[in-house]
T-cell receptor, first 115, second 114 residues
Framework: DAGVIQSPRHEVTEMGQEVTLRCKPI?????LFWYRQTMMRGLELLIY????????DSGMPEDRFSAKMPNASFSTLKIQPSEPRDSAVYFC?????????????FGPGTRLTVL | AQSVAQPEDQVNVAEGNPLTVKCTYS??????LFWYVQYPNRGLQFLLK??????LVKGSYGFEAEFNKSQTSFHLKKPSALVSDSALYFC????????????FGQGTELSVKP
């Protein structure tokens, strides 16, 4: 099992540009989570999906952020336009309902820097 | 409101000494509790969980945690700390009736000195 895969691992972009972060969950998992981690705010849940359907997006900071899960093996988090305050590490995690009582498996993260 | 609190931003321990990282929770119903560890520039890794049964839960790398229902606590412990245990530790709780969601504490930085 390859674990949760995220790409890119590092992204440096300029303010105003569109940024797309990608995630491949563990095969067979039915929950997918997007988190953001910063020194100031800690670990924040942005949105999560169950069976490809968004369940709770209350943590999405504003309309510049959007997330999709077109199929069970792929999800994207898009920021358009990006701003310097979006600089953070973005984690994707997946879990299987009913197994290990929702133990989440985290990807390595994408470190985003917006100049 | 369902929540997790880690009262210490940082814990400093000498190598070989016992360590405790504190966690308290507030949740409806029976709690499902977790500890995760994050090493620098890495994602979070699962350490252990409490679902039901024995109040003392054993996990990876020699860590254990004690569930105390009356004090609503789930403190992480290790009898003898290693320098390599230095990392950021997160406590988490599964809220009642919210599917797969976990609520994480703010994290505690553990520093083990030789």
């Amino acid at each position: 099992d390859a674990g949760v895969i995220q790409s890119p691992r590092h992204e440096v972009t300029e303010m105003g540009q569109e940024v797309t972060l990608r995630c491949k969950p563990i095969s067979g998992h039915d929950y997918l989570f997007w988190y953001r981690q910063t020194m100031m705010r800690g670990l924040e849940l942005l949105i999560y999906f169950n069976n490809n359907v968004p369940i709770d997006d209350s943590g999405m900071p504003e309309d510049r952020f959007s997330a999709k899960m077109p199929n069970a093996s792929f999800s994207t988090l898009k920021i358009q336009p990006s701003e310097p305050r979006d600089s953070a590490v973005y984690f994707c995690a997946s879990s299987l309902m009913g197994s290990s009582y929702n133990e989440q498996f985290f990807g390595p993260g994408t470190r985003l820097t917006v100049l | 409101a369902q929540s997790v609190a880690q009262p210490e931003d940082q814990v400093n321990v000498a190598e070989g000494n016992p360590l405790t990282v504190k966690c308290t929770y507030s949740v409806s119903g029976n709690p499902y509790l977790f500890w995760y560890v994050q090493y620098p520039n890495r994602g979070l890794q699962f350490l252990l969980k409490y679902i039901t049964g024995d109040n003392l839960v054993k996990g990876s790398y020699g860590f254990e945690a004690e569930f105390n229902k009356s004090q609503t606590s789930f403190h992480l412990k290790k009898p003898s700390a290693l320098v390599s245990d230095s990392a950021l530790y997160f406590c988490a709780v599964r809220p009642f009736n919210q599917g797969g969601k976990l609520i994480f504490g703010q994290g505690t930085e553990l520093s083990v000195k030789p």
